[in-house]
């Protein structure tokens, strides 16, 4: 063989090289899962570039005496440098890896609440994701961020088409379908939200939904109703996402607040309950019951005060007052809100505003005080209040009139800081025993029945009671419920009444609106500068240089 045939062998040699190594690379895109195959495209490849360049070592070496190729090679070995650092880089931070979300509502971030309830998990928690695998991209940024967040988030998608069986197991009908398992439990959603996966996993790790009662017969909030401004009905569906099923109570046609009642509100409302109503509320809280008391101020002198409602708040440390609060600050005009409408940014630490910063807005409100020294050893705290450009008005007829007021103490004033919120928890007294306890019976059953329960209450966790009580039932209205913090305050008061701590932080915020609304003729003006005048513009400035240089 002469060596005009070997180079030219050589030279195919190392062409072949080149198109293994490109093979490979295109695997490495095209097929990642191909590891082996590919290593050995790779190495082949290399090895007949190789053995290209060892045949044309004098070319090489030749080459290098000259002064264009030696500035080549260096500019050659500095893009190489480059590259290596940047790859370096690369590698480093696809094991260390670290996201920044730079959005102002964080909306590619998960919210403190998320993280709160992903850091409670105790076992593992099985997402299954029913979808097409073209579709199975808009699941898998999102449910990453679970991941991320917690070792315990299991995740797997499976494509209902491809695999039909394990669809018809878990009788999926739509796609999107997202089935979250834990502890044998099972929950699912079909909406690709953070606040609806959450709630799935919450749901599937209490084992089952809060039910909370809102009373209703005395012009109470309605917690259906869709009234643009006093209705319910958004902060019903802000409950649902929290694990809760919402349910109205007509107290005055039953006996006692039904058993499966985690939390009982009492919302707004315009006459007294009537005694039997209030002494089954406290028959509830006697047997470890939560309740929510939101009383609106009144808007008169004449106004009905609500006796029976204000003395059970006393009963349990907290003394409603009868008057308005009034907030001088001004701040109400960020709101577009006047005076009477107070906004507070203090919060007492409580572990209802654990972390909570927000503002919030009350509507017409009025004052809610600890009783000082508690009442019969229930001691309540303050969890909302107002700033010190603010008092508590006791002369209505004047709010009431339209006219103006000032601070007055001798008139009966308060000046501020003012709480419109207290909490009280403790263990529940012992539940009165019933009428037809009351009435008599078998006094050896009965004394085997309290020695059963003696033995009972000794594994069994004792109840706890909490009452929480607002001067304003506004802010949780449909009008201002997404107002700053207003959502978030009345979903912790809610999830710590039901001891779900977990799911007490910050929600996830919606994500700005930052689209531009802009007129016909607006939308013409900018179509026109953009496609016309713009690129016009340049190539005249280029037709006026290119003349210059040529004159």
């Not at 005009?4 to 093979?23: F, H, P, S, T, Y």
């Not at 979250?180 to 959450?198: D, F």
Request: glycine residues 8%; proline residues 5%; contains cysteine.
């Amino acid at each position: 063989m002469n060596t005009a045939m070997l180079k030219r062998i050589l030279n195919w040699i190392g062409w072949v090289g080149v198109a293994l190594v490109l093979a490979a690379v295109a695997l490495l895109v095209v097929k990642p899962d191909l590891t082996t195959v590919r290593w050995w495209l790779a190495m082949a490849g290399l090895v007949c570039v190789l053995l290209y360049l060892a045949s044309q070592w004098r070319e090489i070496i030749g080459a290098f005496g000259n002064r264009s190729v030696r500035y080549g090679s260096l500019s050659l070995g500095s893009i190489a440098i480059v590259i290596g650092i940047l790859a370096g880089v690369n590698y480093v931070a696809g094991r260390e890896s670290k996201r920044w979300d730079l959005t102002a509502s964080k909306q590619f971030s998960l919210s403190d609440q998320t993280k709160s309830v992903l850091a409670d998990l105790e076992s593992p928690v099985q997402v299954k994701v029913f979808a097409r695998d073209m579709n199975a991209g808009e699941f898998r940024d999102r449910l990453m961020e679970y991941q991320n967040a917690s070792d315990q988030v299991k995740v797997e998608y499976i494509d209902p088409d491809q695999q039909r069986t394990v669809a018809n197991k878990y009788k999926i009908q739509q796609y999107g379908t997202i089935v979250v398992e834990y502890g044998g439990r099972s929950e699912r959603t079909t909406t690709n939200s953070e606040q609806e996966v959450t709630a799935a996993i919450v749901r599937a790790v209490e084992g089952g939904q809060k039910k909370v009662y809102f009373v209703q017969g005395h012009g109470e909030r309605d917690p259906t109703s869709a009234d643009e401004r006093g209705g319910y009905n958004a902060a019903t569906e802000q409950l649902k996402t929290e694990n809760f099923e919402v349910e109205p109570l007509q107290l005055a046609q039953q006996r006692d607040v039904p058993e499966d009642a985690n939390v009982v509100v009492v919302a707004g409302p315009q006459t007294d309950l009537l005694e039997p109503e209030v002494e089954a509320l406290r028959r509830y809280l006697n047997r470890g019951g939560k309740l929510l008391l939101m009383l609106d101020p009144p808007t008169s002198q004449e106004s009905q005060e609500l006796t029976s409602l204000v003395a059970l708040a006393h009963e349990w440390g907290i003394e409603v007052g009868t008057n308005v609060v009034v907030d001088a600050s001004g701040m109400g005009q960020l709101i577009g809100s006047g005076p009477e409408t107070p906004l507070a940014m203090t919060y007492p630490e409580h572990a209802i505003t654990t972390n909570f910063k927000m503002m919030t807005a009350f509507p017409l409100a009025r004052s809610i005080t600890p009783v000082s020294d508690g009442v019969d050893g229930r001691t309540a705290q303050a969890v909302v209040e107002t700033s010190d450009n603010s008092w508590a008005e006791a002369n209505l007829g004047a709010l009431a009139a339209g006219g103006e007021v000032s601070l007055d103490e001798e008139a009966g004033d308060k000046p501020g800081p003012i709480p419109l919120a207290a909490a009280v928890s403790l263990p529940a007294p012992e539940p009165e025993p019933e009428p037809e306890a009351k009435a008599g019976g078998n006094g050896e059953a009965s004394k085997e029945e309290a020695s059963e329960a003696e033995g009972a209450s000794d594994d069994t966790k004792t109840p706890e009671t909490r009452v929480v009580v607002f001067g304003d039932s506004d802010f949780a209205s449909n009008s201002v419920l997404g107002l700053q913090g207003n959502r978030d305050l009345f979903l912790n008061t809610l999830n710590w009444l039901a001891e779900q701590e977990s799911l007490i932080d910050i929600r996830p915020q919606e994500p700005d609106d930052r689209r531009v609304t802009m007129t016909a003729a607006q939308t013409t003006r900018v179509v026109w500068l953009s496609m016309l005048a713009v690129p016009a513009l340049v190539f005249m400035s280029g037709v006026y240089i290119w003349w210059r240089r040529r004159g």
